[in-house]
């Protein structure tokens, strides 16, 4: 029987969130023994808007735990209500969501959402919380291992793998080992949420709001459990910073002089601390692979350059992650020409919804363009139905960018 150093592990995961935990149960599933570290004890809270999209169901479901997730606290969301500069509102439904039958997306706080992913990636992979991993161990030129501290402690202590998945979220100590985490203010976006309590006229719907001052961005409300809501704003770090916007000051006045919102928040109460994250956009293209690694999620820069949503992504860059380690395994090549096989293959997966969102989130920035298609879809049940179509499939939602749609709305 083949022997293993105690500090001797097949995977390293350095960080516990979505892509992380993911990649942890892909990984185990597979027989291979992984270590999961976090700096972070679980349940721990994690800045997000907290909607989950279809691609993290459907990630759940191949992992066979997407039916225990009914058990946390969620809400279902069954549309979006979109909101125009000029203050026209419009709901898009999701399509193949039913309130019948209770098939919709989900808005689940993170605390409780990574801490479920967390636990059942607990059961398979050797797991260390409060473990804050601080450098890389290189063998020749392969990355071999992780340092870090034990927060308990103190104690230093040398971790060693075939491969290390960076997994670390935004300000990834992985890629910024690398030399990978640069701060590119037109590819990252800033983002602040608060939990509310008590707005009036919430729905089954998520909300995003096409707000004046605060374009290019939008405002959010996504409804929680128990009359809750997070609500947030977030907007290109670029454009803060040229037009020295103080998010969380123009946040608060949307929410009070806001012709569609003051009413609604008159008896709402603020429930949390305003937190606020960097995102970093699949805008720009990082490289996620080399000779003993590989990057996932936030640390590989994978978030939807339009919506901000990233959680879907990590874990379906896990998933690849896990098909693509997999193979280097049989035949123990970790090297980085064989692991461009991983990056090639969440690019061909993602990298086309990526572009086309990139090209919508330049396009929102042209006011009477939102003012059109929401004006427009607010009156026609044809043009909402399209839309709704748009957010399922990544085809159709290319046509958004076409010009001749916008055409062809001019003169519906
Ligand atoms: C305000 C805001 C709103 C958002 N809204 C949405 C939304 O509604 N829907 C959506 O899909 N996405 C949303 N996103 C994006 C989403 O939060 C991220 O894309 C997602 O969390 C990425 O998951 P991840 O596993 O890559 O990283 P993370 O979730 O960031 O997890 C990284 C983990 O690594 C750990 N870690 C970090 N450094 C170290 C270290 N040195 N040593 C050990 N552990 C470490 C952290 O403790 C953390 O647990 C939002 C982001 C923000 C900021």
Known sequence: METREANQFDVIIVGAGPGGSSAALYLAKKGRNVLLLDKAVFPRDKVCGDAMGTRAVAVLRELGIAQEMENIKHEKVYGVVFSSPKRKLVQIPFPGTDPKTGKGGYVVRRELFDDFLFQNAKKKAVTRENFLVTDLVWKNDFVVGIKGKNLETDQEEEFHAKVVIGADGANSIVATKLGLNKTLPKHECIALRVYYENISGCSNNIEIHFVDSLLPGYFWIFPLENNTANVGVGMITHEIRKHKVTLEKA??????????????????????????????????????????????????????????????????????????????????????????????????????????????????RITPLLNLVIGKASKSKEIRETISGMIANENAKHSLINPLFYLKLLFA
């Open 251 to 364: 946040m608060f006045q949307v929410i009070q002089n806001d012709p569609l919102f003051k009413e609604r928040f008159k008896n709402a109460k603020v429930i949390s601390d305003v937190k606020g994250w960097r995102l970093p956009l699949g805008s720009y293209h990082r490289k996620a692979h080399g000779n003993g690694w590989i990057l996932v999620g936030d640390a590989a820069a994978l978030i939807d350059p339009f919506s901000g949503e990233g959680v879907g992504n990590a874990m379906v860059s896990a998933r690849v992650a896990g098909t693509v380690l997999e193979q280097a395994f049989k035949t123990n090549d970790f090297s980085e020409s064989f692991l461009k096989q991983y990056e090639d293959g969440i690019w061909k997966e993602l990298g086309s919804e990526l572009k086309t969102s990139y090209q919508l989130q330049r396009m929102g």
